[in-house]
């Protein structure tokens, strides 16, 4: 019996090993179609389900890469006679002289094509948006409740905080459809769905995880530290920025890199705030598109290739998020026992 | 100079403090009047075919409470493991540091990775695919919880236990265990309020129904896929249901926390 639960208990303990493994592996095997037919030049590929000729993929392909910055519309120019049959959710093209677009229909020999770039630079910019938005609030509030509220604030306020981290991230997304994004559109023009607002939620989403978890490091900061540095006449400020920060600075800065790697793979919050337009953002406030988004709205529907190929995404996303937290969690907070 | 430095910086952290509590209490007040407004008897008596709420709270806590049994036996017993028969090994350390990973990992990967394993060779969307998907969100928060709390446990109630001469599952079963109960529960109760407002796992792997079931080896009902749904839904009736079950949720996954802080409160 004794032996048994032994076992039992370790191989419990291997589930979590294997989980995450079987993640990998099953994300790989389910994504290896995509990978090899759009191999690692589909983290550059700014197309989405455009139908091209399957002859002049090449040719594309190569016109591709001296045009990446300005396609916006799925539509490759090329120099060729290239024949390109439009996506159907397409209505505005530009017709450049030197691109002909014909609604051709010869399906035989031609080929959809599949790229990341739109939703990975999607999720990078909205994370980034998020962090610079949220990392100075949650850096005041830290401040504000551990140094210089009084206790009668500073507790009750400490516990809302941590209460509102628990609320679900869809409550955050509504919340930014209905009301945050139409404020921000008011204020800064554009859209009320787009990166901006998608930022700025996501932003919001994460002030009270980053907050508390600074505000419980900061509070480890010995007490004597803090009051011989007071006796030499320093100001509170002072005693911040020199004592309190220094001490706590691993745990604030794994807490900042582990809220971004929750921002990075947040679904709920973002998904009814960025708009889901497959297209570059020129200005913040257009429309645009993350990996979990790409993921949330297309998986139901999607067979084949194409859902090869959002698995191609979730097998990007795990990795980075799966890295990014793993640094933050071996580098910064490496738990002490 | 100092000093005027040291009231600007306090200044600011005050008006950022008050901004970021601003924000959140804005999203607080809206969905409560919102929520409060289309809140009626005719939600919690009709299904989500008749304009109601019944099949969703129904289906949301089912597909929670599956995730429960199937979740905490596996985290509870693992969490065990680590602190009670590892002794401190690196495989030991590996786990729980994984497990951390695995706590912050991105929620809809986990939806793609049953997608792959459940839905896919079954050939449709079903409540069992749902379940599990939670319960692997869950696995690691019980483990940490129960290793956490373990490591509580006064090292002298296990020697005695041994001293007596009970074989160590009976020690940790009927002694450790018992001494950690509140804690365990509690953060069981915790992860629980986590997992019950999760809606990306549940996208692809659950799907949704209008109609009342209970019949896991369909589509299953649950409330935050339909509020994703019905938010965007041009139907104004539509998009107060969704309020109203948003507010539910929110009360919801609150209290149970408030619950949880003021036992490990009480216990202390």
């Known amino acids: ?337 | 100079m100092r000093f005027l430095i040291n009231k600007v910086v306090l200044f600011l952290s005050t008006v950022a403090a008050i901004l970021g509590l601003l924000f959140l209490f804005w999203i607080l007040i809206t969905l409560t009047i919102k929520g409060v407004c289309a809140i009626n008897l005719h939600i919690f008596t009709n299904d989500l075919v008749n304009n109601g709420l019944r099949n969703l709270l129904v289906g949301q806590f089912v597909l929670a409470f599956i995730a429960v049994l199937i979740g905490v036996p596996i985290g509870m017993i693992a969490g065990v493991y680590l602190q009670e028969y590892s002794f401190g090994s690196k495989y030991a350390e590996v786990i729980r540091n994984l497990s951390d990973v695995m706590m912050s990992a991105p929620s809809i990967v986990i939806g793609t990775f049953v997608y792959a394993v459940i839905v896919n060779p079954v050939g449709h969307m079903n409540g069992w695919a749902g379940a599990v998907a939670l319960a692997i969100m869950m696995i690691p928060i019980v483990l940490r919880t129960t290793d956490d709390m373990l490591f509580l446990v006064p090292k002298e109630l296990r020697e005695a236990g041994v001293a007596i001469g009970a074989p160590k599952y009976k020690v940790i079963f009927d002694i450790i265990l018992k001494a950690a109960k509140v804690g365990i529960m509690t953060g069981f109760l915790l992860a629980f309020a986590r997992i019950v407002g999760e809606t990306a796992p549940l996208l692809f792997t659950s799907g949704n129904s209008e109609y009342f079931t209970l019949d896991l080896n369909n589509e299953f009902p649950s409330l935050t896929v339909a509020i994703y749904n019905l938010a965007t839904m041009p139907d104004k009736n539509l998009v107060d249901i969704a309020w109203a079950g948003a507010f539910i949720l929110t009360l919801f996954v609150l209290v149970i926390n408030l619950f949880g802080r003021y036992i490990i409160k009480e216990k202390k």
């Open chain 1, 1 to 337: 019996m004794e032996a048994f639960f032994k076992k039992f208990s370790a191989f419990s303990a291997a589930t979590i090993l294997l989980i995450l493994t079987s993640i990998f592996v099953v994300l790989f095997l389910y994504a290896k179609p995509a990978i090899k037919e759009y191999g690692l030049k589909f983290l550059i590929d700014s197309r989405w389900d455009v139908v091209v000729n399957d002859s002049n993929i090449k040719m594309a392909t190569a016109a591709l890469n001296q045009n990446t910055t300005d396609i916006d519309n799925e539509i490759i120019p090329t120099d060729d006679d290239l024949d390109i049959i439009e996506d159907n959710d397409l209505k505005d093209i530009p017709m450049d002289d030197d691109l002909n677009i014909e609604q051709e229909n010869n399906v035989s020999d031609t080929k959809v094509i599949y790229g990341g770039l739109i939703p990975i630079v999607g999720t990078i910019l909205s994370t980034i948006l998020a962090m610079l938005f949220a990392v100075p609030i949650a850096m005041g509030i830290a401040v504000f409740l551990s140094e210089i509220a009084p206790p009668f604030i500073s507790r009750p306020v400490g516990i809302a905080i941590e209460l509102l981290a628990a609320i679900p991230s869809i409550i955050y997304g509504m919340w930014g459809l209905f009301y945050f994004g139409p404020f921000v559109s008011k204020i800064f023009g554009g859209g009320s769905v787009s990166l901006l607002v998608a930022g700025l939620v996501l932003g919001i989403m994460v002030i009270p995880f980053i907050a508390s978890l600074t505000r419980d490091s900061m509070k480890t900061t010995p007490n004597v530290l803090k009051e011989s540095a007071y006796a030499m006449g320093a100001t509170k400020f002072e005693v911040i920025r020199d004592v309190i920060f220094p001490y706590a600075k691993k745990g604030i800065i794994g807490s900042i890199i582990l809220a971004l790697g929750r921002a990075l793979g947040e679904t709920m919050a973002v998904a009814f705030v960025i708009g889901g337009v497959f297209s570059f953002p020129h200005k913040i406030t257009d429309p645009t598109v993350s990996i979990p988004v790409v993921l949330a709205n297309n998986f139901a529907e999607s067979s084949g290739m194409s859902l090869s190929v959002l698995f191609y995404l979730a097998l990007i996303l795990f990795v980075i998020s799966f890295v990014v937290i793993s640094f933050a969690k071996f580098y910064f907070l490496r738990d002490k026992r």
